[in-house]
């Protein structure tokens, strides 16, 4: 016999995030903020309605890993490539200059010099969660600055991965010490990055191949794939110590590179609107519980040093990442929106904090512990409106920026598709619409959720999405709203209304149902032609047996005759135009 | 229990289950025993700490009673039960009779000592039967339902299939608020019934008056309006534990609350798919691993010791497989000829329908939490689950073959005919077409045919269909087409033509057999398998996107030629709908055949 009960804490967490989420959406706050907000207000800094337990740790912790899956799996390798180099450039001297500000403000404070070491260290991270989490919201991520973020955030946390593997590994001895676990980590970040890559094009195109027409299986072979490397991550330490080696490896670092090896697969679009969702729950659930740990007393102990380092932070924050951005020749757009981005101190200072907090013996007390908390949620907080205001911003200021204009600024890539036709689903009577449609459509995309269709779109010679049309990412990727002709070859009424719904008066939409019924409230809903394939279908072919009938053809003795208009339209594929029974 | 993190632990659990659920792709089984098999070799290791893989566990139950919940409401509420109704709900007092009875056996067994029932503390009462015989008794598919199965399928024993295991779901919730509203123990019943009605009636208050002032306030975010309903149906399981009643009233109430717009919600509602399908995956994992078999070095070392214990859960769990592998087939089997249908679809009905389903697993589990379940019992259902579930998707695989077999061997005896009309051609027809459905496509050629005065004889196996034949049909069969004695009844051999309107592929197969005597226009979805069929020696076959697509091309040329604009293409193609303004694309005959059918 089991006892259960169903974790109140986790109950009130979601209720009361709930709750402030949609108020902040009301109110056209971000929701992050929302989430802030509410753990301050149930935890033990407020009405102490709540404690972690280890049912919100470990959602807490599966939001992050999440949010860092669902970002690999947005990133092409292809499309980065040429960013790697500027990234790096920018984020070592960030680190070392944010870093060494850091310290200069804390040492100027009232703390003492090992403090204000760690200080440093936790505050040179820009938050992961809250600038990835924004990006989403904003359909930002893949835009040129949104990967440039995105890469800093990266080199960033292998930073943290070193860090905390010194911090835990105690006081360092010696420079030789600190040297020795940073080779570890980069050794080990760089394995399995290559073993990410390695199965990315070698092991998960047939698996995922044989797999990907089963949504369920799919997503959660996917999830599976996912905590291998979790797992493999989270317990390396545990793996290399027998010999003799201390490892440390993040959560999310696997994570990404989870997500990185599945990006590269025709079937990843399909999994970031099912892995979303569960994103969104987890990450609700990390920022409610950022703020849960704190007793009241420890994180107000230094407000006033606190909000000073905030504002001081994110001047320094701004200025050096624009500095950095502009010297690697990004126009200046990208430079600002990149740089107002990461302007916030990240949760992983927070980690940084808790480890030197709880090293042996301690680097830094709870009263030190609780101010880069809250100088973490102060920046992250005022970083939010940054960056969701950040081209009202750009706007704005522009005018006074424009000394720092490049004169051949680094071009991003747009993909984006305007005018064109979106086809849903690849049957014969889409194959059919396609032939006629491309003498008049230069952009043609289509979208289907099995694996030969796909394959047979691309030897056909059209753009092709993977996925189900039923979720809104794949219908943005699409441009749906942007379509000059959408047609749908799915008869299901929800997917055709939806359709219906999301494009314009001037998009001429053709769609296809089941029965007249579902026809008629096509039509109502604003479908300019409904296929009405079992009805079509019926009608011409009582034809056929009429003329076979009134004719009086005599079928027997049977001269191999056929009526072959279909072994016929399959020798010439790609026939157009008036063929006709 | 060895100390591992619940992260590390869950990882496990699905660093284990990806490959499994692999190798179940791999031979075409259902995700669940995988899952299942998964929990199971893990929860071996011991590292799972059972409390809070349950607490996750159980918002997989949550998330499945909400989901059944929430599209509960828009379902057709019938009044009239229909034939397949009766026969799902007969079974299912078979079966549960049945598994009562046998558990109730092994109890007496195991307490007279016939049995070893070394370790069984507690006794197997009546109680512990009944949930025996529920296990036995449901086999729905809800988790799969959506997946598997086509809509609007006109092959007869598919429809069957998924109306007998609707029923077995609707049996299933029923019986899990029973369950968990407290009924089988001896708690003030009134009570708990009480506060499952204040729920309920919270949940419709909500549905109608709070829902849409949510709605508003999310503001068109779908993250905020996700978050809010996940939030509702956690905030109604509190009130459910808080109110002692079962969490899965409340998720049942919570689903209630929500209103069912798969349009307006469609992202939200893939979100919640998302995260169920999540905690479902948990869910039955840790069913797994809340199994304990006996540890492998005692059984090694000493057999019959160290598998004594183990003796109780195995002849439950084999009485179990026995009971849906091989007796519920021939109960509904049997229960479906009674009711007219043919033997072949009651048979290969009764073969897609053969194992414990998810909701006997659920009702096993909640009253394992409940504490109306002993392990020992608890163990055999989820262990006799994995099995039948397993051994299921291979007779369902099979089915066909194992009917040949079990028809060759002379088991199912002769086809039966419970009406004496079953056959209406007269003797001497020939040179007639045979039709064979009577759908759409069947009726439009029949009345095409009297028509034209071209004799016809039409087969059919769908009782449904009966009354229709009877009263609109000069010759026809009411039997399975592919028996050698519908062959012979329908004159066959001496027909003109045969028209499958069908798309089944074993029919298909059948009437390509005899395209050497007779003309055979045969039906497929598929245009590669269109023209194989040709090359197999079908005079014709129906593809109905192929004829929908020429239809289209023309209206399509038109509108990018600029023969039409977007408005006129819309008006003409709507008043093609009403069937009173004949389209005049085709010729004057057909539209004769239009107007013949709206005069009736």
């Known amino acids: ?581 | 229990m060895t100390d591992v993190t619940l992260l590390t632990a869950m990882a496990i659990l699905f660093v284990v289950a990806g490959p499994l659920l692999l190798i179940a792709k791999g031979l075409q089984l259902s995700v669940i025993p995988s899952l299942i098999l998964a929990g199971l070799f893990v929860g071996q290791l011991d590292i799972i700490d059972e409390e809070l893989m349950l607490e996750l566990a159980r918002l997989g139950i949550a998330f499945l009673v909400f989901t059944f919940s929430v599209q509960i409401q828009t379902k057709h509420v019938r009044t009239v039960i229909s034939d397949t109704e009766v026969v799902a709900i007969v079974q299912a007092l078979v079966l549960g009779v049945l598994g009562v009875a046998f558990a109730f056996v092994v109890g007496i067994a195991l307490e007279s000592g016939i049995l070893p029932g070394g370790g069984l503390v507690d006794p197997v009462t009546i109680e512990q039967a009944l949930f025996v015989g529920i296990a036995a008794a449901l086999s729905s598919m809800i988790v799969g339902t959506a997946l598997f199965t086509e809509p609007q399928s006109d092959i007869v024993h598919d429809y069957l299939s998924s109306e007998i295991n609707s029923v077995n779901d609707f049996l299933a919730v029923v019986l899990l608020l029973i369950v968990s509203a407290g009924v089988f123990a001896l708690d003030p019943i009134a009570t708990q019934l009480g506060y499952g009605v204040i729920l309920l009636g919270t949940a419709i208050v909500i549905n109608r008056y709070l829902f849409g002032i949510m709605d508003r306030l999310a503001g068109g975010s779908d993250e905020a309006m996700l978050v809010s309903i996940v939030a509702l149906l956690i905030a109604f399981l509190a009130a459910a534990e808080f109110l002692e009643t079962s969490i899965v009233v409340g998720a049942f109430a919570a689903g209630l609350a929500i209103r069912d717009d798969p349009v307006e919600y469609s992202e939200v509602f893939n979100g919640l798919e998302s995260i169920q399908e999540f905690f479902v995956a948990i869910f039955f994992a840790t069913v797994g691993a809340l199994v304990t078999l006996p540890p492998l070095s005692a059984v090694v070392s000493d057999p019959s010791t160290g598998l004594a214990p183990f003796v109780p859960v195995v002849t439950i769990a084999l009485g179990l497989v026995i009971l849906t592998v091989v007796i519920k087939p021939i109960v509904i089997g049997v229960l479906l000829v009674y009711n007219g249908y043919d033997r072949r679809s009651a048979t290969i009905t009764g073969l897609n329908l053969d194992h414990v389903g998810e909701f006997g697993v659920i009702v096993a589990i909640e009253a394992l939490v409940l504490g109306f379940l002993i392990d020992p019992v608890f163990e055999a259902i989820i262990l006799a689950a994995a099995v039948s579930m397993i051994l299921s998707n291979l007779t369902h695989t099979y089915d066909k073959e194992i009917y040949e077999v079990m028809v060759d061997r002379g088991w199912l005896g002769q086809p039966r005919h419970d009406v004496d009309d079953w056959n209406s051609v007269p003797e001497d027809i020939s040179d007639h077409v045979v039709i064979v459905g009577y759908g759409r496509q069947g009726r439009r050629l029949v009345e095409f045919c009297e028509e034209i005065d071209q004799p016809y004889v039409v087969i059919e196996n769908n009782p449904r269909a009966l009354p229709d034949l009877r009263a609109e049909c000069d010759a026809y069969v009411f039997a399975d087409a592919i028996e050698p004695e519908t062959t012979d009844a329908s004159n066959l051999e001496s027909a003109r033509l045969v028209v499958s309107t069908a798309e089944s592929k074993s029919l298909t197969e059948y009437f390509l057999s005899f395209s050497d005597t007779v003309d055979v226009i045969v039906r497929t979805r598929e245009l590669p398998m269109a023209a194989e069929l040709i090359e197999r020696g079908a005079t014709y076959v129906i593809v109905p996107d192929l004829l929908a697509a020429d239809q289209l091309a023309d209206s399509l040329g038109a509108l990018l030629n600029g023969e039409y604009d977007p408005d006129e293409l819309r008006a003409e193609s709507m008043s093609e709908l009403n069937p009173e303004r004949v389209p005049p694309r085709f010729s004057t005959a057909e539209s004769t055949s239009h107007t013949g059918e709206i005069d009736r």
């Open chain 1, 1 to 581: 016999m089991v006892e259960v009960g169903l974790a109140s804490d986790v109950a009130i967490i979601l209720v009361a995030a709930a709750l402030v989420g949609v108020l902040a959406v009301r109110l056209g706050q971000p929701t992050i903020i929302g989430y802030i907000l509410t753990g301050v207000v149930i935890g033990p800094v407020g009405l102490g309605l709540v404690e972690p337990s280890i049912i919100t740790d470990t959602m807490a912790e599966l939001g992050l890993a999440f949010l860092l899956f669902l970002l690999g799996i947005k990133i092409r390798i292809g499309e980065i490539r040429h960013l790697i180099a500027p990234i790096v450039k920018i984020s070592i001297p960030q680190m070392v200059a944010v870093g060494a500000v850091g310290f200069g403000f804390a040492v100027l404070l009232p703390f003492s010099f090992e403090e204000a070491v760690i200080i440093g260290l936790a505050v040179v991270y820009s938050s992961t969660a809250v600038v990835i989490k924004m990006l989403n919201d904003k359909g930002e991520a893949t835009s040129l600055h949104g990967k440039i973020d995105v890469g800093v955030l990266l080199a960033q946390d292998i930073v943290v991965v070193i860090i905390l593997a010194v911090l835990a590994a105690g006081r360092p001895e010696s420079v030789a010490d600190v040297a020795v676990t940073l080779g570890i980590v980069m050794v080990l970040v760089s394995i399995t990055t290559v073993a990410a890559i390695a199965a990315s094009r070698y092991v998960l195109p047939s698996l995922f191949r044989r797999i990907a027409d089963d949504t369920r299986l799919l997503f959660l072979v996917a999830i599976s794939w996912l905590f291998l490397f979790v797992l493999v991550s989270d317990q390396i330490n545990v793996l290399l110590s027998p010999i003799g080696i201390d490892a440390y490896l993040s959560i999310e670092m696997g994570a990404f590179l989870a997500g990185l090896a599945i990006a590269q697969l025709p079937y990843s679009k399909d999994l970031q609107g099912r892995v979303n969702p569960l994103t969104d729950l987890f990450v609700m659930v990390f920022f409610v519980s950022v703020a849960l740990d704190f007793e009241a007393s420890d994180l107000l102990a230094y407000w006033q040093e606190a909000v000073v380092v905030a504002v001081g932070l994110m001047i320094v924050k701004f200025i050096v990442f624009f500095t950095l951005l502009n010297w690697q020749r990004f126009d200046l757009e990208t430079t600002f929106l990149g740089s107002i981005g990461m302007i916030q101190v990240s949760e992983f200072g927070i980690v940084v904090a808790v480890a030197a907090v709880e090293s042996e013996p301690p680097f830094i007390g709870q009263a030190e512990l609780g101010f880069i908390t809250l100088v973490a949620l102060m920046t992250m907080s005022v970083s939010v409106y940054f960056i969701q205001y950040n081209r009202q911003l750009f706007e704005r200021v522009e005018p006074y920026l424009s000394r720092w204009e490049q004169s051949d600024p680094v071009q991003p890539a747009d993909t984006e598709y305007r005018n064109h036709v979106v086809v849903i689903g690849y049957d014969e009577i889409a194959r059919r619409a396609l032939r006629i449609l491309e003498d008049q459509y230069d952009q043609i995309v289509v979208i289907d959720r099995n694996v030969e269709h796909v394959e047979a779109v691309e030897n056909a010679g059209y753009d092709v999405l993977f996925g189900d049309v039923q979720y809104e990412k794949i219908r943005k990727d699409a441009g749906v709203k942007y379509a000059d002709f959408v047609f749908s070859s799915s008869d299901q009424r929800e997917i055709n209304e939806i359709l219906l719904r999301e494009t314009t008066e001037e998009t001429t939409v053709f769609v296809e149902a089941r029965t007249a019924e579902e026809a008629e409230q096509l039509y109502d809903a604003g479908a300019e032609y409904v296929i009405l394939a079992p009805q079509l279908g019926v009608v011409q072919f009582i034809v056929l047996p009429r003329v076979v009938l009134r004719e009086q053809i005599d079928l027997r003795p049977r001269g191999r005759r056929r009526h072959g208009a279909v072994a016929k339209r399959e020798a010439v594929p790609r026939h157009h135009g008036s063929s006709r029974w």
